[in-house]
């Protein structure tokens, strides 16, 4: 076992990964910009050092300082969490080159899967199906012609990065020209690179992707699906596993498609390959992700699989002790990405300091978070607050579960998509499974304000109570604790839901 391992991250993640490190025995080192001094991961970890800004691009994009910090520490191994650095090719090497274990996939996989249309000439070559379209980067002319060829609706796509960035959907050929445009320029800002290539859409598609697990002895096996095509901005905010759309057959042609791709680059570590699938169950290659997903509780809650504790122990050479056949899928799980954002204003983000924080518990209940009461979310990085995770036998009992968590979900300070999410998990198109990537565009009626929930009120109001005291002192006359309430609400943005 590693004796020290250094997480080249922040927040939910970090911690997460702190936990796994703990438990297997590992010291823990965390580095932290200027804005993260008092964040949980530095807090539990048992060493932190700064590393400079606030922008990513002053600390945690920082090759050199991340390598400092692991040398000066005497830090073993890196575990690159997601984002950041977690799928650069030249720190991957880096870290081989300063004799540190980089806890993923070898540079030369994140290098080939890194680029889409080098994947995606991997998938061919692997008979994995592929959506027609470009046979790589195009020229602004034969982008043109291609999308002439395969038809409308097309989608353009940037060669590098994700998270739907570089990414527009076009419906008519009038649109086209400047949907390129942007997509390039979009491109270019995000990852530097403006290489775009064309696919057709497939209509009311739906996001499933395939858990991968791979030791360095060969062995490689698949984790089953999650279905994630609850998205806004192409981004996922829902998350589950299983998909409530699989059947049995292609599960395990998609498993085995997944495992095709993965030992065609010699993958080792976790990592995901990602779908998109029609209503009938086809289903076309998207992309390989080469890193722990954010989504990748639901999976470790429906096979009992601690897929981060297992990223470092194959770092470490060991083999994993499972056949493919000795794992299956036990119950349901369901993830909701709980965001400091505003889904009336086109979920524009909404920085702020936490007043209070009160997460939801119980059996079944896991919430992945960084968070707490007095900890401010900052413009500098992603707006998510938390993972909120559930567990139960069927999916209707696990949607049931989480509507009831996120009723006792109390975030005061700024506003949160988390009264979108019980909305969402109240809609029947949701709970029969009727679900593509276009859900939320379809139903622009669950972004409204919505009613006030009874229960995170009455959560609210036990904390208006603990200011009783302060404000009978203050005040010298007490108020109403629905008053409190209110005041708590208007600090907060009139977000109590």
């Known amino acids: 076992m590693f004796n020290k391992i250094l997480i080249a991250n922040r927040g939910e993640i970090a911690v997460r990964i702190i936990r796994a490190c703990k438990e297997l025995g590992a010291t823990t080192v965390a580095v932290y910009s200027d804005a993260d001094r008092k964040s949980l991961h530095v807090t539990l970890a048992d060493e932190a050092y700064h590393i400079g800004g606030s922008a990513p691009s002053e600390s945690y994009l920082v090759i050199d300082k991340i390598i400092e910090v692991a040398k000066k520490s005497g830090a073993e191994a890196i575990h690159p969490g997601f984002g950041f650095l977690s799928e650069n090719e030249e720190f991957a090497k880096r870290c081989e080159k300063e004799k540190i274990v980089f806890i993923g996939p070898s540079a030369e996989a994140i290098r080939l899967m890194g680029d889409k249309i080098t994947a995606r000439k991997i998938a061919q070559d692997a008979k994995v199906p592929l959506v027609p379209g470009s046979d790589g980067a195009v020229t602004d002319v ?171 122990r194959i770092a470490e050479g060991e083999k994993l002790p499972f056949k493919q056949k000795e794992l299956s899928i036990n119950g349901w799980a369901v993830e909701c990405r709980v965001y400091a954002e505003d889904p009336e204003t086109n979920f524009m983000p909404s920085p702020g300091m936490l007043h209070y924080v009160k997460a939801p518990s119980g059996p079944g209940i896991r919430d992945d978070s960084s968070i707490y009461s007095g900890c401010e979310i900052t413009s500098f990085y992603d707006p998510m607050l938390s993972k909120l995770v559930v567990w139960a036998d069927s999916r209707e009992a696990a949607i049931d579960k989480m509507a009831s968590a996120l009723r006792e979900y109390v975030v005061l300070g700024v506003k949160t998509n988390i009264g979108f999410l019980i909305r969402v998990m109240q809609n029947d198109e949701f709970r029969q499974g009727k679900l593509d990537t276009g859900f939320i565009e379809r139903h622009q009626e669950l972004l409204g304000p919505g009613e006030v929930d009874i229960e995170p009120a009455i959560i609210a109001a036990a904390l208006a109570l603990e200011d009783v005291e302060e404000t009978q002192e203050s005040d010298k006359a007490p108020q109403s604790n629905w008053k409190l309430l209110g005041r708590k609400a208007a600090v907060s943005g009139g977000n109590l839901v």
């Not at 497939?202 to 984790?223: C, F, K, M, S």
């Not at 299983?242 to 998609?254: G, Y």
């Not at 080792?268 to 989504?295: C, H, P, W």
Request: hydrophobic share 40%; charged share 30%; with cysteine.
């Open 142 to 312: 034969e982008a043109s012609v291609v999308a002439e060829k395969i038809g409308y609706p097309v989608m353009i796509k940037a060669s590098a990065g994700g998270g739907g960035k570089g990414m527009r959907l076009v419906r008519d050929k009038e649109d086209f020209e400047s949907s390129l445009r942007m997509a390039r320029s979009e491109a270019r800002s995000s990852f530097g690179d403006d290489s775009v290539f064309v696919e057709r859409f497939v209509e009311e598609p739906r996001h499933v992707e395939i858990q991968i697990i791979a030791d360095t002895h060969g062995n490689t096996l698949y984790l089953f699906e999650r279905e994630c095509s609850i998205q806004r901005r192409h981004q996922k905010v829902i998350e589950e596993a299983p998909s409530p759309a699989i059947s049995a057959k292609t599960r395990k042609k998609m498993g085995e498609v997944a495992v095709n791709i993965a030992k065609a680059v010699s993958y080792s570590g976790a990592g995901t390959v990602e779908f998109i699938m029609d209503q009938k169950e086809n289903f076309y290659f998207l992309e390989m992700n080469t890193r722990v997903q954010v989504e990748h509780p639901v999976t470790e809650m429906i096979t009992g699989f601690d897929i981060v504790k297992w990223m470092v």
